[in-house]
């Protein structure tokens, strides 16, 4: 059988077999029958699944139509997914910004995607007659792509313990797109100092809710929840693209040492960072990480292709790198040095500070759409950063030190250094599955062997942990990057192998004990119920039961509240689903009542009063997070206990739920 016959063999294979995960999966620990669950997930997949699936391929149509015009070698093609994807985040911000979303409704927010699609189709009918060389390895992909389509199709706030049950997700990753839609404009706001993030991803979910007819009036969670179901997918496949564009990375270090059965080897090892369990769950929340692992592996094609114009592939290593700053601030000190040293180790030394001044420019000019919106809004085009040399901005000097203790990890250098092997924190964090070890050993390995690329890898390995250590808070899931430099390292290590089909055996034998734990840890969601929510979409969190005294604050909120009567949260910052009028803030923003207690600080019914005056009645506050921030030292200094004994002796509790959730009526109307 020649090798095309092989091929599409293998895709018939590799799409029975996704579909027999997806059906297993499906059968795990629902509420309701398995057909039931899979019917669920095949359709929010065919609702939001879709669009999120168009968004992709309307990028890589981008990339298609521009690539070839900058880069002329067999590299090419890999990049272009990666360079639409940085352009298509670019255009979703820049139209957030402009408003034209609002103004121009659904047909604007659509425009881009058929261009992209257009000129996808185009693309693909010239290149017709090229058809896509499968190796037998793929198939190991069929766990971890699985457990993606599965997970993204419950709804936010349901999975992953070790995410708060996507805290982050309801707090700002899709509470922020709802705000911008509904105020007709992708612009920072004072209540919550995400926003002003990059937030090219966030951009890109608020232009898929557009499309959706999500806007004023419409809440982001309307319409069972398809626009947050479709971020979701929009993760999903991101993961699938950062995948993808990691084997390239890996079979172009392989090429680089001159390996047999470099195709086999890197599309194993693609396939091991897949089914790592952290791949899994940023890829099926509403999380920035899986653009950064794809920007970041797409310029590193960029920055090791050698047939380029040395001055091009600075430009375009650039231009993705800023994007992947774009999607993740972080990017700029996990991201940067990696490509940094492929593009040095690629060009004559001769030619160094030049293309780096050209480096700088364009990696800067990608981020000027954010940089001028910031300073527009806050004064300080980075801001929270760097005020002690753009100004504070809205904020004080003890909002700022806060933020900064919240971010940043203050032990001490022994601490820093035992931090990479917690079980916590680390490198063996459960959700690494066996990829920590991995890499750590490949890059080792890479040590000993030396020479060429071998060494860029180790150099970029350790320059990501320099920076992990010295610029976060030492959270596990901030060293997904090392994915970028540690699976390719893995990749030149099994090559290194006398037999190179062993290489390829043993990596495809990793991949499968990698699945493993992924499917593990999804089975164990929810106490063995990971799937419980599918089939009842979001409803469980916006809607009450039939017996309204078991429901939960956000349904009683939303059901038997006068829909005009504002809501203010005390302690949380997590709206998304609500759909009253509600007042809240991050816990690094001035919250309404933290500025009430300032101006009177003695005088209680003062506080109350000048809630009131914002038209807030009900308060849902959370004294089971307050107690967590105050001993993190996070809270504002006015948020004290004492002070929030005698709020709540203003009001009455209408009803309390476990957790230390209370709604508290402040005694303006008739109670609910």
């Given at each position: ?133 499968l190796h037998p390895a793929a198939l190991c992909v069929v766990p971890g792509a699985a457990v993606l389509i599965v997970a993204a199709a419950s709804p936010p706030g349901w999975l992953w313990a070790s995410e708060g ?316 990057p090392l994915m970028l430099t540690g699976v390719p390292a893995i990749a030149v290590a099994l090559s290194a192998l006398r037999r190179p089909a062993a290489a390829v055996i043993a990596a495809s034998v990793l991949a ?161």
């Amino acid at each position: 059988m020649n090798a095309g016959g092989v091929s599409r063999l293998l895709g018939v294979a590799g799409v029975a077999g996704l579909v027999g995960g997806v059906a297993a999966l499906a059968a795990i620990g629902g509420t309701l029958g398995y057909q039931q669950t899979l019917v669920a997930i095949l359709m929010e997949w065919a609702r939001g699944g879709a669009l999120a699936g168009a968004y992709v391929a309307a990028a890589w149509g981008l990339g298609a139509w521009l690539t070839p015009y900058l880069l002329k070698t067999e590299d090419a093609p890999w990049v272009a997914p990666a360079v639409g994807l940085g352009l298509m985040l670019a255009i979703s911000h820049a139209m957030g910004v402009l408003g034209m979303f609002d103004v121009g409704g659904r047909v604007a927010a659509a425009a881009p995607l058929a261009a992209g699609l257009g000129l996808l189709a185009w693309r693909l009918l010239q290149r017709r007659d090229e058809g896509l060389a499968l190796h037998p390895a793929a198939l190991c992909v069929v766990p971890g792509a699985a457990v993606l389509i599965v997970a993204a199709a419950s709804p936010p706030g349901w999975l992953w313990a070790s995410e708060g049950f996507g805290y982050d997700t309801l707090g700002y990753h899709l509470q922020l797109p709802g705000e911008w839609a509904r105020d007709g404009r992708l612009w920072p706001v004072e209540h919550n100092v995400y926003s002003h993030l990059p937030g090219y991803v966030e951009a890109a979910f608020l232009h898929m809710a557009s499309v959706l007819g999500v806007g004023p009036g419409v809440p982001i969670a309307s319409g069972g929840g398809t626009a947050i179901l479709a971020a979701q997918m929009l993760s999903a496949w991101t993961a699938l693209l950062a995948a993808v564009l990691l084997a390239r990375v890996c079979y172009a270090a392989c090429r680089a040492v001159e390996t047999e059965h470099a195709a086999g080897i890197a599309t194993a090892c693609a396939a091991v960072a897949l089914g790592t369990p952290w791949m899994l769950v940023t890829g099926t929340l509403a999380y920035n990480e899986p653009a950064v692992l794809a920007l970041g592996a797409g310029a590193m094609l960029g920055a090791m292709d050698g047939g380029a114009r040395p001055l091009v592939r600075w430009g375009v290593a650039a231009f993705l790198v800023g994007s992947a700053c774009g999607a993740k601030p972080t990017a700029l000190f996990m991201v940067t040095p990696v490509v940094g040293l492929l593009l040095l180790w690629r060009t004559p030394a001769r030619w160094w500070l030049a293309f780096g001044g050209v480096a700088v420019v364009v990696g800067t000019l990608t981020l000027v759409p954010w940089l001028a919106r910031n300073w527009a809004a806050a004064g300080n085009p980075v801001f929270p950063a760097l005020d002690g040399v753009f100004g504070l901005g809205h904020w004080t000097a003890e909002q700022h030190g806060r933020w900064k203790s919240g971010h940043a990890f203050d032990g001490s250098l022994g601490d820093r250094l035992a931090m990479l092997a917690s079980g916590d924190r680390g490198l063996l964090h459960p959700q690494w599955g066996v990829l920590g070890v991995l890499m750590v050993l490949g890059v080792a390995a890479c040590g000993v062997l030396r020479g060429g690329v071998r060494l860029v890898l180790v150099a970029g390995f350790v320059l990501q942990l320099a920076a992990w250590y010295a610029l976060t808070h030492l959270q596990s899931r901030f060293l997904m990057p090392l994915m970028l430099t540690g699976v390719p390292a893995i990749a030149v290590a099994l090559s290194a192998l006398r037999r190179p089909a062993a290489a390829v055996i043993a990596a495809s034998v990793l991949a499968t004990v990698q699945a493993g734990f992924a499917v593990a840890l999804y089975a164990g969601e929810r106490n063995g119920s990971p799937n419980a929510a599918i089939a009842t979409g979001v409803a469980p969190f916006t809607t009450p039961p039939a017996d309204a005294s078991r429901a939960g604050p956000v349904p009683l909120l939303n059901n038997l509240l006068p829909r005009d009567a504002r809501v203010l949260l005390v302690f949380d910052a997590r709206p998304l689903y609500l759909t009253r009028p509600v007042l809240y803030s991050t816990t690094w923003d001035a919250s309404s009542l933290a500025k009430a207690i300032a101006a009177s600080p003695d005088d209680p019914a003062s506080w109350v009063a000048a809630l009131q005056g914002r038209g807030v009645r009900w308060m849902l506050v959370h004294t089971g997070e307050f107690d967590r921030l105050g001993r993190s030292g996070w809270l504002d200094p006015a948020l004290t206990t004492e002070n929030l004994e005698r709020l709540l002796g203003q009001g009455r509790v209408v009803r309390a739920w476990d957790g230390g959730v209370l709604l508290v009526d402040l005694g303006a109307a008739a109670t609910p």
